[in-house]
């Protein structure tokens, strides 16, 4: 018994070993012969000439460019009222005629804000429709943005010297 238990465990010890001389290959597996690097993405897809985009994108501009205007005179109107004296009394003649000034200003700023929206709808437009982005259209967006910030950080500074936040 102990004898056919020994030959059974040396048949299946056996089983498990490989003939001498056969190893595991060392040459590259394809994985390893890959390149590392991502592959280059395809090169974007150019906007083509849309002059009835440009023809928007000029009339939003012009419009950008009168609210800008039209924003300065009335921030120069507030400024002008916040100087004078008693316009931080709140209830008092000075302080009314610079409450009016500051709505007209604000009410100013919100022209550049309606331009900025138009200008971001046209980009979201494009981006719904799978178009690739069209460089005149994005330079406006970015300069109306800048006005924004512009406005919005005299707007401030206007409110500061008035004593609101």
Same mark, same amino acid.
């Given at each position: 018994?102990?004898?056919?238990?020994?030959? *059974?465990?040396?048949?299946?010890?056996?089983?498990?070993?490989?003939?001498?001389?056969? &190893?595991?290959?060392?040459?590259?597996?394809? =994985?390893?012969? %890959?390149?590392?690097?991502?592959?280059?993405? @395809?090169? @974007?897809?150019?906007?083509?000439?849309?002059?009835?985009?440009? !023809? #928007? =994108?000029?009339?939003?501009?012009?419009?950008?460019?009168?609210?800008? *205007?039209?924003? !300065? +005179?009335?921030?120069?109107?507030?400024?002008?009222?916040?100087?004078?004296?008693?316009?931080?009394?709140?209830?008092? +003649?000075?302080? =009314?005629?610079? #409450?009016?000034?500051?709505? +007209?200003?604000?009410?100013?700023?919100?022209?550049?804000?309606? $331009?900025?929206? /138009?200008?971001?709808?046209? $980009?979201? /437009? %494009?981006?719904?429709?799978?178009?690739?982005? &069209?460089?005149?259209? /994005?330079?406006? %967006?970015?300069?109306?943005?800048? #006005?924004? /910030?512009? #406005?919005?950080?005299?707007?401030?500074? $206007?409110?500061? %010297?008035?004593?609101?936040?």
């Amino acid at each position: 018994m102990l004898r056919a238990l020994s030959l *059974s465990l040396f048949i299946l010890v056996a089983g498990c070993t490989e003939a001498p001389g056969v &190893y595991p290959s060392l040459a590259k597996r394809p =994985i390893e012969s %890959r390149p590392d690097t991502p592959p280059e993405p @395809p090169a @974007p897809e150019t906007a083509k000439p849309d002059p009835a985009l440009d !023809a #928007q =994108i000029r009339t939003l501009l012009a419009q950008l460019a009168k609210a800008d *205007s039209d924003f !300065a +005179d009335a921030a120069a109107k507030v400024e002008r009222a916040a100087a004078v004296s008693g316009s931080r009394t709140v209830g008092s +003649d000075a302080w =009314i005629g610079a #409450q009016a000034a500051l709505a +007209d200003l604000e009410m100013r700023r919100g022209d550049s804000q309606s $331009v900025l929206t /138009d200008l971001e709808r046209l $980009v979201t /437009d %494009r981006g719904v429709a799978g178009e690739p982005p &069209y460089p005149a259209l /994005d330079a406006a %967006r970015a300069k109306a943005q800048a #006005q924004a /910030d512009a #406005q919005n950080a005299r707007l401030s500074t $206007v409110k500061a %010297r008035l004593g609101e936040k």
